[in-house]
């Protein structure tokens, strides 16, 4: 069995991680690491859990920590950092789903962050967690930085039309929506009810972090550095995140043809399901699973393609993404633990 310890087991990504591992086959639970339900069972801070794990809340114990074969860090952006090269030194695997283990570049991360990474040198060993795009070298990692909600569902949907050259690089545009659990479960006003349902609104227009980490996964795709302009809503729901992408086209295609390029992109791909022409993706369909559905539609009219992509942001874009990274790094089954189907109610 894998023993695994999640540190931030009482967030919202780490409960749902809690959630994930506990009925995992391969895994035991050894350490759930919370500051603010420190010395609490976790069945009695979520009481969905009563009969199912009976295990306290502690404080983050690095030498109990070492005695794991993985660690889980959901802790705030900042925190991770801190905490990361003593799990690294103790030789433990480590799935960080914070931002800071997700960049190539210190600078792109002091850019976008406000700060300089304390760790560095880790940045050169880390691997940026999308399954689909990485699975080699998540297979042999130890560190991986575990891709959140917005970049999963912009990469994901972009990335046949800019690894065949068939998307222009220049004016991409991601217009994207995310539930309320997207901004994690501390209090805050923008997130109280009153404020949330029946309203829908922008926020860190042209400013969103999660931005740099798209333009370097497309850029890479892509083979040259490109920008992309990126506005992310909330909208009046607990989870899902429902993406639209609007790609320039390099040629004249048609709806079929893309949605073809789509399909042979992804046809070994489980958790990626491309819908077939004329069918565009919600977000219902996927909320509670490890999916990401995709459909796309060409604008022949402006030779463009327009690309709908939804997942949950607290499975696939959190929780779910990092179960499917660790089942790699230790050779299980890729979808081990993982393949139910959404909750749809």
Not at 177 to 203: D, I, M, Q, W
Not at 302 to 324: E, M, P, T
Request: some cysteine; aromatic content about 8%.
């Amino acid at each position: 069995m894998i023993k695994a310890a999640v540190l931030g087991a009482t967030g919202y990504a780490g409960i749902e991680l809690v959630r994930l591992l506990s009925s995992h086959p391969e895994v035991s639970l050894e350490i759930l690491g919370s500051h603010s339900f420190c010395g609490q069972n976790i069945s009695d801070v979520y009481r969905n859990f009563r009969h199912i794990l009976d295990l306290e809340c502690t404080e983050v114990d690095m030498d109990a920590v070492a005695k794991c074969d993985v660690a889980f860090t959901a802790l705030p952006h900042g925190a991770s950092k801190e905490v990361i090269p003593g799990l690294c030194e103790r030789g433990v695997k480590v799935i960080d789903l914070s931002g800071d283990f997700r960049y190539d570049d210190p600078e792109v991360y002091k850019k976008w962050y406000g700060a300089e990474h304390s760790a560095p040198e880790l940045l050169k060993k880390s691997v940026y967690g999308l399954c689909e795009l990485h699975r080699d070298k998540i297979k042999n990692a130890s560190l991986i930085g575990n891709p959140g909600c917005y970049t999963t569902c912009s990469i994901l949907g972009a990335a046949p039309l800019m690894k065949s050259g068939l998307g222009s690089t220049s004016n991409i545009i991601v217009d994207a929506k995310s539930g309320v659990t997207g901004a994690g479960r501390g209090l805050g006003l923008p997130y109280h009810f009153c404020e949330c349902t029946e309203n829908s609104k922008a926020y860190k227009v042209a400013t969103h972090r999660h931005t740099s980490e798209i333009e370097q996964e497309l850029s890479k795709l892509a083979g040259e550095e490109l920008m992309i302009s990126f506005t992310p809503h909330l909208i009046p729901q607990k989870r899902g995140i429902l993406a639209t992408i609007y790609i320039n086209l390099n040629k004249p295609c048609t709806t079929q043809e893309l949605a073809e390029l789509y399909a042979d992109f992804y046809k070994d791909e489980f958790f990626v399901r491309v819908l077939a022409a004329g069918e565009l993706p919600e977000t219902k369909h996927v909320a509670g699973s490890n999916f990401v559905d995709i459909g796309v539609v060409a604008d022949e009219r402006l030779q463009r393609a327009v690309v709908v992509s939804a997942l949950d942001n607290i499975v696939k874009g959190a929780a779910g993404q990092a179960v499917q990274n660790m089942n790699l790094m230790f050779g299980l089954p890729e979808g081990t633990g993982l393949t139910f189907p959404g909750f749809y109610l």
